[in-house]
């Protein structure tokens, strides 16, 4: 796929799930990104950078591990996501945490601007994930870290079969290597090919739990990646894909409820001299 294409169907697409993301993810995400910050071991005045931070669910906790001496700088291809982090850290009355629309292929800042780069399930998305991993290690000083956390293997996903039904009724083009970096030793070695030394890898499997198929429906198609196709969809496609998505995932329906496995891959890795 075209690259500039790509990145135009992130932007738009994360525009119109933004409204829907925390409600339809954050709990569900959040194993991964407890984790992720665990190997990032954030000190106080540590300056950091989130790239692809969303409406900030691991923008905020970093804020608070480097205090009021530190600083976060979030990142999105999304404007809207920019801008509601950018009215929570206003409201919430942090001072040390800011945000910027980029592109995580190039990220407008000095080298080695910052201590730590986290990256929390964003990787996936962006049409080339080594470039990405080279301008985080750039903006590292000697020493720094990168923490990144990406989806695993498809066939311990429970919910991957939304990409195949949105697809067959309208080409969302959103993230066909979605799974890639998650399989065998995929987002290791992508990591190592961008310069990235002494790494650390874990694979934490979960479950996503969802109150009912409605709760499950709207954080597939309206909160998550296929945000832009679905809004493409009528009253009958919705209903229809719908019923699909339910039917994909009723071996893990419990009564009116839905534990749907899944899993993550969680990387730190280190900037070494030259």
């Not at 992508?190 to 954080?219: F, K, N, P, Q």
């Amino acid at each position: 796929m075209d690259a500039r294409f790509q990145r135009r169907v992130q932007r738009y697409g994360w525009d119109k799930a933004a409204a829907y993301y925390e409600q339809g993810w954050a709990r569900q995400l959040e194993p991964a990104q407890t984790r992720l910050l665990e190997l990032a071991a954030l000190a106080p005045g540590e300056r950091v950078l989130d790239v692809a931070c969303g409406t900030g669910l691991v923008t905020f906790p970093a804020g608070a591990a480097v205090g009021p001496r530190g600083a976060v700088v979030g990142t999105d291809i999304s404007e809207v996501m920019v801008a509601r982090l950018r009215q929570a850290a206003t409201s919430r009355g942090v001072a040390n945490v800011t945000a910027e629309r980029m592109d995580a292929e190039d990220l407008r800042f000095p080298d080695g601007s910052f201590d730590v780069v986290l990256c929390a399930l964003g990787l996936m998305y962006f049409p080339d994930p080594r470039k990405s991993l080279q301008e985080m290690r750039r903006l590292l000083r000697l020493g720094g870290r990168v923490a990144v956390a990406v989806w695993g293997a498809r066939d311990r996903c429970g919910w991957a079969e939304i990409f195949p039904i949105v697809d067959r009724r309208v080409a969302s083009e959103v993230c066909p290597l979605f799974f890639q970096l998650g399989t065998g030793d995929g987002l290791g070695l992508t990591m190592e090919m961008a310069g990235l030394t002494d790494m650390t890898v874990d694979r934490i499997a979960t479950t996503l739990h969802y109150d009912s198929g409605e709760e499950a429906c709207g954080a597939a198609f309206a909160g998550g990646p296929v945000a832009m196709a679905y809004s493409r969809f009528d009253q009958r496609t919705r209903e229809d894909a719908f019923a699909e998505y339910l039917a994909s995932i009723e071996p893990y329906r419990r009564g009116d409820q839905y534990a749907i496995p899944g899993e993550f891959v969680v990387a730190r890795a280190f900037r070494a001299p030259g």
